[in-house]
């Protein structure tokens, strides 16, 4: 990438210098700088990019907006799960609050953004990360995938659920691909990404330096300018539409809609039983891999996850404001610590869950989760449009 050119406004970052902020060219740049954390989102980096967008939004010599990392490991591993185990061990709740109300907010400003956000997505782009990338695709902007990008929603492995409003984004993949990918956490590459219309466009990442140059050369009139330059640089739609069906998840697709669109994660695992006792052809293997996936989750927290999709008709902000009701409850009654214990600090992988089997989570346990500690009217996220 070429250096900024003599109109760009000087490069701001965060205390920590964990996120630098730039306008070159009428397009402003986020570029995430904590590789040694994955790029994990500390308060400080949220508060940053808010900043950021609050400034450029009203500016008409910005364009259009790229949040993007210049290290190729990943663009985001999600939030800061130790900073906030850590903060809730102490009793500091007022800064796990600050943090998920904070990134929440900024999820939504990236979601309803008046301008153009491109998201470059490579390497690893999970929770944190997908909050503040999948808003593009409703900005007019795009979310740009690579060969080595690796997306996931990974929360029921450390007792939590898809929060950042993936919800919303979930119950509107095809079919039953949301309720899936929110129960398993399973991982998935740029092609399946394509094919649940969680990414737009692929570009394989050795071109990313050129696209970025020719961003910062070119002149543009209108942010549809800056997107139509990336589309003409991506890989063309129907490759891109090719390589989608030919998919993980496409040649999945068949039984995923056939087990995952069960009522309940109880239901789900005997439809995944019945066909890998029959013990006949690829499918009975893949049943067998997903029981064993499923197995190693929160039972509750699976429960959660899929309810949390299921009730995902509202908009965004209701969304969001769901997910901060249910941080608090995962934090103080569900198995979020404990998973993180297991998973992060510990690194035992010996989680002792709040529920043996998910065929013990009854109706009353996952509704309670949702119960909000906040009336209407003191919401922290009660400005937030709908």
Not at 9 to 19: G, L, T
Not at 25 to 52: C, F
Request: glycine share 8%.
């Amino acid at each position: 990438m070429s250096q900024p050119s003599p109109s760009s406004s000087p490069v701001s970052a965060d205390h920590e210098q964990h996120v630098r902020t730039h306008v070159a060219n009428r397009i402003g740049y986020i570029e995430l700088d904590r590789p040694q954390a994955l790029n994990a989102l500390s308060t400080a980096m949220v508060d940053a990019m808010q900043d950021a967008l609050d400034r450029w939004r009203d500016d008409p010599d910005v364009l259009a907006v790229v949040v993007r990392t210049p290290h190729p490991r990943a663009f985001c591993a999600g939030g800061d799960i130790r900073f906030l185990y850590e903060s809730f061990r102490a009793g500091d709740q007022a800064a796990l609050d600050t943090f998920f109300i904070d990134e929440y907010r900024l999820d939504h400003a990236i979601f309803s953004y008046p301008k153009p956000y491109i998201a470059l997505l490579n390497g690893v782009v999970m929770g944190g990360g997908m909050g503040i990338s999948q808003g593009a695709h409703r900005t007019g902007g795009l979310r740009l995938v690579g060969a080595t990008t690796r997306m996931a929603m990974p929360e029921t492995r450390i007792g939590l659920f898809p929060d950042v409003g993936m919800g919303w984004l979930l119950a509107r993949t095809p079919g039953a691909l949301g309720r899936y990918l929110a129960v398993t956490g399973e991982t998935i590459d740029a092609a399946s990404a394509l094919y649940a219309g969680l990414a737009d466009v692929f570009l394989d990442e050795s071109a990313w330096p050129a696209l970025l140059d020719t961003l910062q050369t070119e002149t543009f009139v209108t942010g549809a300018d800056v997107i139509e330059r990336i589309r003409r640089a991506a890989l063309p739609a129907q490759e891109a539409r090719r390589r989608a069906s030919e998919s993980a998840l496409a040649i999945a697709r068949a039984w995923i809609d056939r087990h995952f669109s069960q009522p309940d994660v109880g239901a789900i695992l005997a439809s995944l039983d019945a066909v890998r006792q029959a013990g006949k052809g690829s499918e009975s293997e893949w049943a067998e891999q997903t029981i064993g996936v499923l197995r190693e989750r929160s039972p509750l927290s699976m429960a959660v996850s899929l309810e949390a999709v299921s009730r995902a008709e509202g908009s965004m902000a209701d969304v969001l404001r769901r997910d901060l009701d249910l941080t608090r409850s995962s934090f103080a009654r569900g198995d979020v610590m404990e998973g993180i214990r297991a998973r992060i600090i510990d690194k035992d992988n010996r989680p002792n869950w709040r529920f043996a089997r998910v065929e013990d989570v009854r109706a009353e346990d996952v509704n309670a989760m949702f119960e909000s500690p906040w009336s209407l009217t003191d919401h922290p996220l009660r400005a937030l449009p709908d």
